[in-house]
């Protein structure tokens, strides 16, 4: 059933929901250029002052924000209170460069779980759940965030954590789990454990997952529910804003409303900077319009999608983006053709026989990109002759090849031995830049 947490902020009409942007804009440029010096002295250097900005078009004039900035700042330099008024701090893994470290005032812990209540019930949880967090309690943001929310809700929480799979679907078989929250990656990982304990993961009576933290398809979330019989629903979020609770699917899964009255949007071109007009792809970018002790100002997350203003028939009001399946720096270059993982997902997703593990091994042989692409075949396959699974394996080739416009070599390997992930899967291992 079709329930909102938040009817008066989430059902806003656009105007009234403008009017308050644009009163908590005013207030967070002003908090921003008081108490953070960075700010202060970029926009100072543009003899550009908070009052300048009358409307949120004008917001176009601040100057961006980007990680680089946050790691220019390590750790407290962008906070724009004292670490007295701090009450908790977190931070991103850093795997691909120095980690991100946020901290929250009292008040942006109280906003953080309102958010994650929102996602929670969005999803399809309510107060009778027991919700099993599968992501890790340590310094990154998806455990603590969604265990706030679904506190917040009134669900009974399992903080289970990440790891040790068949420890996790016991807890779940014994203490009744009905909503699962984790990374896709990790779900489809405990679905197959499940499967290699010998029973099958749709007798769990898990009703609901919420997953989030990374890019997946249409196709895995396809996948996911038929196996495990759950409804899956995507959320979105970093830890620069908070953490999850950015943005999130109601039941209609079409797109992620994205929580307007404290999160400003933009979508702009990569490349420009300019903006781009609604529902055409492009980096999107944030301005938060309540944070207290790290205040983000248009930041550019480097995550591609676009924007929609259409109404949902869900009855919220909010802006819709679409699933984020890219990261400007997740784009591979093979041989001058732009290729993203989730591309690839989303054709092995659409072959039938083909397990939903993969691996992307890209390599330079003689000068020459080549890319290859690991993937485990149902293990009703093995006992065929040689020449089906040739065939397979070229029936597979050629469907990448349509998809990205680039050869690409498949390489089928046994069934369980590509690597499993119980937090953000890594796709890719490129040697190019790796040696
Ligand atoms: O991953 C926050 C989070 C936790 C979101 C749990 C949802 C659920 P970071 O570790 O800072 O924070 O990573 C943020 O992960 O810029 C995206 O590139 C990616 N990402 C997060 N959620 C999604 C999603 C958390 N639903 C980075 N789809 C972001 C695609 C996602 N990518």
Redesign the pocket.
């Known amino acids: 059933m079709n329930q909102i947490w938040n009817p008066e902020y989430e059902t806003m009409a656009r105007e009234e929901r403008r009017d308050l942007q644009f009163k908590r804009l005013q207030m967070t440029l002003r908090w921003a250029y008081d108490n953070v010096p960075f700010h202060h002295e970029r926009w100072t250097a543009l003899k550009l002052k908070p009052g300048d900005i009358r409307s949120l078009d004008d917001l176009a004039k601040v100057p961006f924000t980007a990680k680089a900035d946050f790691t220019a700042a390590y750790p407290y330099g962008l906070f724009a209170v004292p670490l007295e008024k701090v009450v908790r701090i977190h931070s ?2 850093g795997t691909k460069s120095t980690p ?1 470290v946020v901290g929250y005032t009292r008040g942006d812990l109280n906003t953080w779980a309102e958010l994650c209540a929102r996602v929670a019930v969005g999803g399809g949880a309510r107060s009778h759940d027991v919700a099993q967090i599968a ?1 890790g309690y340590g310094l ?3 455990a603590f ?2 265990h706030a929310g679904l506190e917040r809700i009134g669900a009974t929480v399992i903080p289970a954590g990440t790891g040790n799979t068949r420890r996790q679907l016991q807890i779940m078989r014994n203490f009744s789990t009905t909503v699962l929250v984790c990374t896709p990656s990790y779900a489809m990982y405990i679905a197959e454990s499940a499967a290699d304990m010998g029973f099958d993961p749709r007798e769990l009576g898990l009703r609901v997952g919420l997953f ?5 398809t249409n196709q895995l979330r396809d996948e996911l529910e038929r196996r495990t019989g759950m409804s899956a629903t ?7 804003l908070m ?2 609770g950015v943005s999130y699917e109601c039941q209609m899964k079409d797109g ?1 409303h994205i929580n307007e009255d404290h999160f400003l949007v933009e979508v702009v071109d990569p490349q420009t900077g300019e903006l781009v007009p609604e529902g055409k792809e492009g980096e999107l970018v944030f301005t938060s319009l309540t944070k207290e002790a790290v205040p983000a100002i248009r930041y550019r ?3 591609l999608s676009s924007v929609s203003y259409r109404p949902c028939v869900c009855g919220r009001t909010f802006a819709r983006h679409t ?3 890219a ?1 400007t720096d997740d784009m591979l270059i093979i041989r001058g053709i732009n290729v993203y993982p989730s591309q690839v997902e989303a054709v092995l997703m659409d072959i039938e026989r083909v397990e939903p593990h993969f691996q992307i091994i890209v390599s330079r042989e003689d000068v020459l990109d080549q890319m290859e692409v690991q993937i485990e075949v149902e293990p009703s396959f093995f006992p065929d002759a040689m020449a089906k699974l040739l065939e397979f394996q070229h029936h597979v080739e050629e469907q990448l090849r349509q998809e990205l416009g680039v050869r690409v070599r498949v390489r089928l390997v046994e069934p369980k031995t590509l690597p499993r992930h119980t937090g ?1 899967a890594q796709r890719v291992i490129d040697k190019r830049v790796t040696g």
């Open positions: 991103s893994s991100v992501f990154t943001t998806g965030g969604m989030g933290s990374e890019p997946w995507d959320n979105y979020g970093l830890s620069e953490g999850p992620l997350t480097g995550d699933k984020v399946y990261r953000k």
